[in-house]
């Protein structure tokens, strides 16, 4: 496998996002939660967006070290699966957290005299702990894969493997529940968003502006940052299922394996843009950051 042509790239990007990413997520973590205490629903799924791109950030510098030493893990075998399941669960429970988020937001603008008083916190957490617990069971399996035995032989962790049906009918699953669904739920909500506020007599100009481009963001982020990824495990997947030309995949394999690195590493993008995006976005969270700056530098 070609290890050395996406490593520069990929070192960039990891530093890049972890470098923004950390701090603006620990801001707003604190921030959020500001908002949680207040019974604000959409708080809910801000914070737990912000939690749940944190941990994943936490786990960056392993990949970054990864990368830089050729695609060798240094670790255990265990340490690998770990890693790989915190990367896995947290790019799912972030998928359908923004899923959340943008229906949230569709209800607020398009019912707002309808769901008044209707939107309930508890319900809200409800959502937010079953999508949690149904994408960590979901990918338990994660610890017994094969791809994940770090120590044993080759020091790969999870590298790209075609010799497992079980992994390609789950990356059919991935693509179509993880990808295809949410992608479609946030195009459908943010151009309702799009088509309420058009019509919307009440707001000015400025506002309405600021709510057109925070939907087209948020699909545009979402394309840039999980369409590569997923879009070459459904062509891994399909490919799979055909006969092997000459009895042999890996020139198949070689070629795709650095797009395939780099979709990953543009996946991590999502942790350091969300918090820009999504929280201060908010012009409650937005007032209170500028409130504490006033404050810090009086």
């Known amino acids: 496998m070609p290890y050395a042509e996406g490593r520069l790239p990929l070192m960039f990007l990891y530093i890049s996002v972890l470098v923004v990413g ?17 019974k604000n629903v959409l708080g809910v799924y801000l914070w737990s967006l912000s939690l749940c791109d944190l941990t994943y950030l936490c786990t960056l510098p392993l990949w970054a070290d990864y990368v ?13 699966k770990l890693t790989g399941y915190i990367f896995f669960t947290n790019m799912y429970v972030s998928i359908f957290l ?13 019912y707002s005299l309808e ?11 409800l959502i937010t702990v079953a999508i949690v617990a149904v994408v960590a ?6 610890f017994v894969m094969k791809e994940g035995d770090a120590a044993e032989g080759s020091g790969r962790c999870f590298e790209p493997s075609q010799s497992s049906a079980t992994v390609m ?7 179509v529940i993880g990808f295809l669904l949410p992608l479609l739920l946030l ?17 000015q100009r400025r506002q309405k502006r600021r709510v057109q481009w925070l939907a087209v963001a948020v699909v545009l982020l979402f394309l840039v940052c999980f369409a590569p990824y997923h879009l070459i495990l459904l062509v891994r997947a399909v490919v799979f299922q055909l006969p092997p030309a000459n009895g042999d995949r890996c020139l198949f394999d070689r070629t795709l394996y650095t797009p395939y690195t780099i979709s990953l590493g543009l996946s991590t993008i999502n942790s350091a843009i969300n918090p820009i ?16 700056f006033a404050q810090a530098c009086s």
């Open 22 to 38: 950390l701090p603006a997520n620990l801001l707003t973590v604190f921030l959020t939660w500001q908002q949680v205490r207040r």
């Open 68 to 80: 830089s030493r050729g695609h060798l893990w240094q670790w255990t075998s265990a340490a690998c």
């Open 98 to 110: 923004l899923c959340c988020i943008s229906c949230d937001r569709y209800v607020a603008v398009a």
């Open 115 to 125: 769901v008044r008083g209707l939107r309930r916190q508890r319900h809200a957490v």
């Open 137 to 142: 069971t979901g990918h338990v399996a994660v």
């Open 169 to 175: 009918g789950l990356n059919f699953a991935r693509f």
């Open 187 to 203: 195009v459908v909500t943010n151009s309702c968003v799009l088509a309420t506020v058009r019509r919307s007599t009440g707001l």
């Open 277 to 292: 995006l999504y929280v201060l976005s908010s012009n409650n969270i937005r007032k209170e950051l500028y409130q504490g």
